[in-house]
């Protein structure tokens, strides 16, 4: 089946992913260690994320649980602060764009769905699916399935590209072609396995 589009995820792939450098700062200034945070702030992502919890309920049970002042959370500006768009990568899905629909999922909250915004033109993009505004996020099937209906082609017409092993291995759930990333270099080299143009 030949591919008529190609769909990337945001942090990670075409943005720096910044979590991790968060989780470390966090670490720093609360003097609990990485993990424990990290464990903490994940497990209130898929809410936040999905919009079912509010900035506000984010921030302040992230400040109760470590002993910190709201105003010190900083999650979204952390985003704009030090994530740094991948030029090479955001060129590629132009380029693709002029012989293929390119299209964005993201989990995000609208925070960082709003910086990500000031980063990278959106524009080069038939839509950016957003976990926010959509309600369900990555790796649940439906996303994928909601992105191959605005783009109307079948699943496995679509390649979807994740630097998150889970995400990509709901994509293929959902029936789609999906590339685990780790580098332009790799990709451009399964792309054109797939027989993709780059």
């Known amino acids: ?77 952390f985003l704009y602060d030090n994530g740094k768009v991948k030029k090479d990568m955001v060129a590629l899905a132009a380029g693709l764009s002029k012989k293929y629909k ?23 993009f038939r839509f950016v699916l957003a976990s926010c505004y959509f309600g369900i996020s990555k790796p649940d099937k439906r996303i994928y399935l909601e992105a191959i209906r605005k783009l109307r082609i079948k699943p496995g017409e679509a390649i979807f590209i994740d630097d998150m092993e889970v995400n990509v291995k709901g994509a293929r759930k959902a029936g789609m072609n999906a590339i685990h990333f780790k580098g332009i270099t790799d990709l451009q080299k399964e792309l054109k396995r797939y027989g993709v143009e780059v």
């Open 102 to 124: 390119v299209a964005c999922i993201t989990n995000v909250d609208k925070s960082r769905y709003a910086y990500a915004k000031l980063l990278i033109d959106y524009s080069i």
């Open 1 to 77: 089946m030949a591919i008529k589009a190609v769909i990337f995820d945001m942090g990670g792939v075409l943005i720096d992913a910044v979590n991790y450098k968060y989780f470390r700062k966090m670490e720093g200034l609360t003097n609990v260690g990485e993990p424990v945070v990290r464990k903490f702030i994940v497990s209130l992502l898929v809410d936040y994320e999905t919009g079912s919890m509010t900035k506000h309920e984010f921030d302040s049970r992230i400040a109760k649980r470590f002993g910190i002042k709201e105003s010190e959370v900083k999650w979204p500006g």
